[in-house]
């Protein structure tokens, strides 16, 4: 934990911590919203969101606090992403800082002890340096001990939700509405079947739509040119699957490019991994919220660009704002990514959401031509 870096978290505006006032709320009113992780519309939108999370495992999530040496010397702040592994199985990860590049700095694996989970093995494939570490986390607390090369200290972090400045975000004036979870009117399936010409995937409750396993990729039946497309999505609660089988869906643009839908929560933000455009740029940050917590995409589209030959004088390029941060900034797209529904590069294309078998859900889904 002692990486020589103090001070303070850089923040961004916009992690809202979950103060002690409010957990006692969400105590009592428990009761009232148990079973329901599909969330509902209206309350306190950070107070939904550590509901849904919790409806999938009580200890995951983010927390934020900060370390101390023994001896008073030094402090600095922390911040972690517990991951639930299923079978009451617990890894555990810290960095410096959320929402920058950060590379960890250690990892402990735990399991469910009784109402606690106790983390104690240090991943000797994590962080620079040796240490030494335990952690306990209960009731939204994340404490623990470590010593190392720079000295033996302590660390105390609280859990906390930090939600997309751009969640609920309304279509502006002119905006091509693409679903607002009332129906699949602009919508229709990549490959449609003998008698079956219509979206097969659910409609379920906050406003939103939920791939069904087998049932295919859908596209929108407008297609666009450069655009800047606002979506919304979650991915499930598969606790023991892993790799590209845990929420996986994706994004392509005009049918071609995709940027990766994917619960990678704490993993390393590889270029198959969520906010990848697939098997070509990572994210510049791994921005992934855990599984059941609403996230957005903010993709500014520029198609590529020919010259009077008809050769490409550009190639396509794309902006990618995750969860309201910047994650790919002007990438080039040299090409289409795998999965892509043609090559025709030249022509416009619709928004394609993939059928990868998981029960990816989106909501609020509108562009703005440009
Ligand atoms: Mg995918």
């Not at 409750?205 to 396993?213: G, I, L, P, Y």
């Not at 606002?230 to 598969?238: A, Q, S």
């Not at 892993?242 to 270029?271: A, F, I, M, T």
């Amino acid at each position: 934990m002692v990486s020589g870096v103090s001070g303070n978290i850089t923040g961004r505006g916009f992690a809202l911590n979950v103060h002690r006032t409010i957990i006692s709320v969400v105590v009592i009113t428990v009761p009232l919203l148990l079973c329901s992780c599909a969330g509902w519309p209206g309350g306190d939108p950070v107070l939904q969101a550590k509901k849904t999370i919790e409806c999938c495992d009580p200890f995951m999530g983010d927390y934020q606090g900060g370390w101390k040496l023994n001896d008073g010397t030094d402090s600095g702040s922390l911040v972690a992403r517990v991951i639930a592994l299923g079978k009451g199985e617990y890894r555990v990860i810290f960095y410096d800082a959320f929402d920058v590049p950060s590379e960890p700095l250690a990892a402990l694996n735990g399991e469910l002890e009784g109402s606690k989970v106790r983390m104690t093995k240090v991943d000797p494939n994590v962080g620079t340096f040796d240490i030494e570490a335990s952690a306990t986390i209960e009731a939204d607390q994340l404490n623990g001990t470590f010593g190392g090369p720079s000295g033996a200290g302590s660390f105390e972090l609280e859990k906390t939700i930090r939600l997309s400045p751009t969640l609920g975000m309304k279509p502006p004036d002119g905006a091509v509405v693409l679903f607002n979870g009332k129906n699949f009117n602009e919508w229709e399936p990549t490959q449609k079947k003998p008698g079956v010409d219509q979206v097969q995937w659910k409609r379920v409750k906050s406003r939103a739509m939920e791939v069904v396993k087998g049932a295919g990729s859908i596209v929108t039946k407008k297609k666009f040119n450069d655009f800047k497309l606002h979506l919304e999505f979650r991915t499930p609660c598969m606790p023991e699957a892993r790799g590209q089988g845990r929420g996986n869906s994706g994004v392509y643009l005009q049918g071609r490019y995709e940027v990766q839908v994917l619960d990678s929560y704490g993993l390393e933000g590889k270029d198959n991994e969520c906010g990848g455009i697939y098997k070509v740029g990572a994210p510049l940050v791994n921005m992934c919220a855990p599984p059941m917590q609403w996230q957005t995409y903010d993709i500014t589209f520029t198609a590529p660009r020919f010259d009077n030959a008809g050769a490409i004088a550009q190639n396509a390029r794309v902006t990618v704002v995750h969860n309201g941060v910047t994650i790919h900034d002007e990438r080039v797209l040299p090409g289409p990514t795998g999965g892509a529904l043609d090559n025709n590069v030249a022509e416009p294309g619709g928004i394609y959401l993939q059928d990868h078998g998981n029960p990816v859900q989106f909501r609020n889904i509108w562009l703005v031509e440009l």
